[in-house]
């Protein structure tokens, strides 16, 4: 939705002038960009504005016509643009206080194949894997420690106040404890290390104590598991190894993808295949090759280009 209203200049100008689709102006405005500019909208309706008595002014206006010199008369059709340079005149207004009204958010993020350790205001430490991005408000953490995160990250937090991440799939919330989030595609995995956390998203709401494991699937609680803590931190933290359990080989391709930045092409009957093991994160040959020999997966990879080519299953 960001992308549309950045590519289409009468975007705002039409919403505000009330010739969007039903379906656009539903989709803007469940939006995050919408529901922000409603608001703004609905602040800027409670301004007060100067009282103007449109007949007064143009009886006046004619009394002052009538007794000039009759001239030649050009008519000047204003039409549609008056009403669009009229919003865009307030489109203008309102992008300003939003964009003067956003947060200025601290943003750690990290490529393929690359991890970061990084010490929050609070001193709790969180370890950022590959291809994951972290955001959070510094003028607001010492109140609200309140983070957004996509893809995975190990937070062991210091006692405070709450403590929350925030993803696309739902939150976590904990007090003084660590755990791993992992959240791509659609998908939300926590792992409770050490204390206790609350994983919520809409209807859903569960606690998690040290092994607990929960994913969520497009916002709908898929399943849980226990799991066995034996460092303390995750493998890829502690052994430079991705672990991958009960997931589909999509998924683990795509952390292949993550990891070592290749592109993958693979099919419909090869990503639905059920897949649990663990692959090296410093090389790509070994990787390739755990994550497919099991099934005897044809592929073939273009180690110049990092392409990697699933054609198909041997003796299929």
Not at 254 to 277: A, H
């Amino acid at each position: 939705m960001a992308d549309k209203i950045n590519d289409s200049e009468d975007f705002l100008a039409r919403w505000l002038s009330g010739e969007l689709s039903p379906e656009e102006q539903r989709e803007f405005e469940s939006s995050e960009e919408g529901i922000a500019f409603s608001k703004i909208v609905e602040s800027t309706d409670k301004l007060a504005m100067p009282q103007y008595d449109v007949e007064t002014e143009l009886a006046k206006l004619k009394d002052r016509r009538s007794q000039e010199a009759p001239t030649e008369t050009k008519v000047i059709r204003l039409g549609g643009f008056f009403k669009y340079a009229a919003a865009a005149v307030v489109v203008i207004g309102i992008s300003l206080i939003y964009y003067l009204t956003l947060p200025n958010y601290t943003v750690y993020e990290t490529l393929a194949g690359q991890i970061e350790t990084i010490t929050l205001p609070d001193q709790s430490i969180v370890t950022l894997n590959a291809n994951s991005k972290l955001r959070f408000d510094p003028d607001e953490f010492g109140e609200n420690r309140h983070l957004l995160l996509t893809g995975e990250a190990f937070f062991e937090v210091t006692k405070g106040i709450n403590f929350e991440v925030e993803t696309d799939q739902g939150t976590v919330k904990v007090l003084g404890t660590s755990f791993n989030v992992w959240n791509r595609n659609n998908l939300l995995d926590v792992v409770c290390y050490t204390g206790k956390v609350n994983v919520s998203e809409q209807e859903f709401s569960q606690d998690l104590i040290p092994g607990d494991g929960v994913r969520i699937d497009n916002g709908s609680f898929k399943r849980s598991w226990k799991k066995q803590l034996n460092d303390g931190k995750p493998v890829w933290i502690t052994s430079g190894v991705t672990e991958l359990e009960n997931v589909t080989l999509k998924e683990a391709l795509n952390e292949l993808s993550n990891v070592f930045g290749i592109d993958i092409k693979s099919t419909p009957e090869i990503d639905i295949i059920p897949f649990t093991g663990n692959f090296p994160n410093d090389d790509v040959i070994a990787a390739i090759k755990l994550v497919l020999r099991a099934d005897n997966i044809e592929y073939q990879y273009d180690s110049t280009n990092q392409k990697l080519v699933l054609s198909g299953i041997k003796g299929q």
